[in-house]
Structure formats: C-alpha cells, structure tokens
C-alpha cells in the first residue's frame, strides 16, 4: 500500500532528478511480456490476503459452513466498493470498467476462502497447480476466433477475446482486454491459494528458524519453476500467466521471509509502524485517493518549497502528497476508525 499511495512517485521523481533510469524502469508496468518491481505489487497484495486466511478463518475450524455469511458479506462488500471505484455511481455503464484491482481480490478471496475451509494443504496445493496447469493449457489449445492457439499477443490472446465478447464498458491496461479480466482470474486464486499455503506454514507448531528457511526454500523454488516456465508461457502480467504467477509468488515468499526474521524472529517492530499506519486503513485511502487530490494539496501547500529546491521539485511535491495520504491515515489510526469489511 506504501507503494500505491505515493512511494512509486517518489522513486519515479528521485529517477528522474538523479537520473537513475533503473529506478525508473521498476517503477512502471511492463507494456506486454516481462518483469519489474511495480508488476509484483498487485499480486503480492493478493498473496497476503490468502495469508491472512488460515488465520481469521481458523475458528470455524470445524463448521465451514458457519464461515460463509462472513465470506460472501466480504466478497460482496469488495465487489461493490470496486464497482463504485470503477464509475458505477455515474451511471454511464458504457464507460464504467467493470473489473478491477478489487473485484479481483474478491473473486480470489471467495474461492480461496472456501478452499481453506474444505481442503487441507496438500489439498490447496494440488488445487493451485491444476488451476495453474489448466490455464496454461487452455491458452496453449484452444484459439481466439480468427487467431492461432496460442498466441499470447494483446491482440490475439483468448483472454483478450472473452473479456471483448462478455464485458461491457472500458477496459485497462490494454486496448485488447481488461489486465483484471476474466479468464484471468482463474491465475489470481492460485496467487491467493499461495498464501493461504503460507499462512498454513506459519501456523505451524515448528521452530521459527525452520518456518523462516522453509519460506526461503519454497521463495527460490518458485523463482526457478517460473523462469524455466517462461520461454514455454511468456511473463505477461496483463495476462497474469502461469509463469508470472510463481515469478510473483517467489518474490512473495522471499520478501515474507525477510520480515518474518526482522519482525517476527529479532523482534525489531518499531520502525513498521508508519507502515502499519497505511495497512490498517488500505481501503480507506485506496477509494478515497480516487476522490481527493492529494498532489493539488500538495502542490498548493509545499509548491513554493519546492519552487526553492529547483530540479528537486518533483521529488518534494511527491514526498509532500505521500506526507499528506499518511497524517490522514494517523489521525484515523489515532482515532480508532478503520473501513473494514
């Protein structure tokens, strides 16, 4: 969340003034095939949510049906607060996007949550290959009308295709298709089951050195299963391939790893907090950064600073806005109110 609410702006400011061209190539999507830092934002997202889910769902442990009322008030409470994300209290439906960034995290929540409800590991596991398998298969057989199998190009895929035939309104991020459509939805909840199988793995009555190797063993598995993948199916996060999927799970799992040692094992908690401040109210600042300017704020409160800081200015206008985002969500913090569904 630090980094959708103004941490990319600041690093693509500080490459530009600095002239890092690096930074600034990781801060922004690949157009088609490829990975960078920004591609594995969104999916890390969704893994934590699988991650979380062993864990608020263990006291049903035993009556799963119990848990449904919670499930579907949560998925269709996200489903809604995306569809007003996308434009739906305008009433244009013909510009509306229907999918997005948080129909996607309840349609893999709400499959995900019912897997861990029914399924052991192993059972989430085989679940998560299969629906990774069987994507893989259905783009390698089976054709877009007018185009070859296989052809994983932005106009030619067949998750382009369906998106073009069954959704209505705009689409993003491509002209083809919708990067949150549907038949690539059935990727994401293998995304959310890998997390879920990480939160099992956490939750285990093991010693805390060997949950911290196992997350490191399975991080570098991941990464090497998805590169020797990609020249079979490509690295398209558009199309959140097969491949793209373990990539993003192995940089998941490392980066689980790396702070479950630094939080959870050394104990150093201190220095989370301006970051537990953001995740606490993700919601909140997710919808309400689409409805209040933060940049104007910014540009009107600190631009004579930055006027001073000359090439800098950039740098400072984007550190003002990401300031700004940030005392709104401490003085909720503050106040104990939290959007939450």
Do not use: C
């Given at each position: 969340m630090f980094w959708i609410t103004g941490g990319d702006d600041i690093c693509r400011a500080l490459a530009v003034w600095l002239g890092w061209t690096w930074l600034g190539h990781h801060m922004e999507h690949r157009p088609w095939e490829g990975f960078v830092f920004y591609d594995l934002i969104f999916p890390l997202f969704v893994f934590i949510v699988g991650i979380v889910l062993p864990m608020s769902l263990k006291k049903y442990e035993g009556r799963p049906s119990a848990a449904y009322p919670r499930i579907l008030r949560r998925f269709v409470l996200l489903l809604?607060?995306?569809?007003?994300?996308?434009?739906?209290?305008?009433?244009?439906?013909?510009?509306?996007?229907?999918?997005?960034?948080l129909q996607r995290i309840a349609i893999s929540y709400l499959f995900t949550a019912i897997a861990v409800q029914h399924l052991k590991a192993r059972g989430?596991?085989?679940?998560?290959?299969?629906?990774?398998?069987?994507?893989?298969?259905?783009?390698?057989?089976?054709?877009?009308?007018?185009?070859?199998?296989?052809?994983?190009?932005?106009?030619?895929?067949?998750v382009g295709y369906l998106d073009r035939l069954l959704i209505p309104g705009k689409f993003c991020c491509y002209p083809f298709g919708d990067n949150e459509g549907l038949l690539s939805n059935i990727p994401a909840i293998a995304t959310c089951l890998f997390g879920a199988l990480t939160g099992w793995w956490?939750?285990?009555?093991?010693?805390?050195?060997?949950?911290f190797q196992g997350l490191v063993l399975a991080g570098v598995a991941s990464l090497i299963i998805g590169v020797a993948w990609a020249p079979l199916f490509p690295i398209i996060k558009n199309l959140w391939t097969s491949s793209y999927v373990m990539i993003a799970a192995g940089w998941s799992l490392l980066l689980v790893?790396?702070?479950?040692?630094?939080?959870?094992?050394?104990?150093?908690?201190?220095?989370?907090?301006?970051?537990?401040?953001?995740?606490?109210?993700?919601?909140?600042?997710?919808?309400?950064?689409?409805?209040?300017?933060?940049?104007?704020?910014?540009?009107?409160?600190?631009?004579?600073?930055?006027?001073?800081?000359?090439?800098?200015?950039?740098?400072?206008?984007?550190?003002?806005?990401?300031?700004?985002?940030?005392?709104?969500?401490?003085y909720l913090y503050r106040n104990g109110t939290f959007l939450r569904v």
């Open positions: 809604l607060l995306g569809w007003i994300h996308g434009g739906l209290l305008q009433l244009d439906f013909a510009q509306m996007r229907w999918p997005g960034v989430q596991a085989i679940l998560a290959t299969a629906l990774l398998l069987g994507y893989w298969a259905l783009l390698a057989f089976v054709p877009a009308p007018g185009f070859r199998a296989y052809d994983l190009s932005p106009e030619g895929n067949l956490l939750t285990q009555p093991r010693p805390v050195m060997r949950k790893a790396a702070f479950y040692f630094v939080i959870d094992i050394s104990g150093k908690t201190r220095w989370a907090f301006p970051f537990v401040v953001i995740g606490v109210n993700a919601l909140t600042i997710y919808v309400l950064q689409e409805f209040v300017s933060f940049p104007e704020m910014a540009k009107y409160l600190f631009g004579g600073v930055a006027m001073l800081t000359g090439a800098a200015a950039a740098v400072v206008l984007a550190v003002g806005a990401t300031a700004l985002r940030w005392l709104l969500l401490r």
